[in-house]
């Protein structure tokens, strides 16, 4: 299983981004996806994750409202559309694969920065 996560760059705050990953290996019917980030000293947090099959989704209450996640079948992609952007989201994004009836996930991409100048 791989997960190819980009999209990440340098934008102003109030700027818009739009991550992707793209997941190969396997077929993640019935998997949960989910983006996770990481600011320099400070611990990994969720940041949204779908449930592939039902696009059922889920966000961090620091999100909410400005960030969307979503999932292209076809494509085998996930995607994470961030409006609004604030300094404050400046981390390493991760994309992840949970398989079902799995407490943890359990695949992880490499991480694209975000960083977002006030």
Request: proline share 3%; aromatic share 12%; glycine share 10%.
């Amino acid at each position: 299983v791989q997960l190819q996560a980009s999209g990440g760059g340098l934008v102003q705050a109030g700027g818009s981004l739009r991550l992707s990953c793209a997941a190969s290996g396997r077929t993640f019917t019935n998997y949960y996806m989910g983006w996770f980030r990481q600011a320099p000293g400070k611990e990994r947090e969720f940041v949204a994750r779908i449930a592939w099959n039902t696009g059922n989704v889920d966000y961090a209450d620091s999100v909410k409202g400005r960030f969307t996640i979503s999932r292209d079948n076809a494509k085998n992609t996930v995607y994470l559309q961030m409006n609004s952007l604030k300094p404050e989201d400046t981390a390493i994004y991760y994309c992840a694969a949970r398989r079902p009836m799995s407490r943890d996930y359990n695949y992880w991409g490499q991480g694209t920065q975000v960083t977002v100048s006030s």
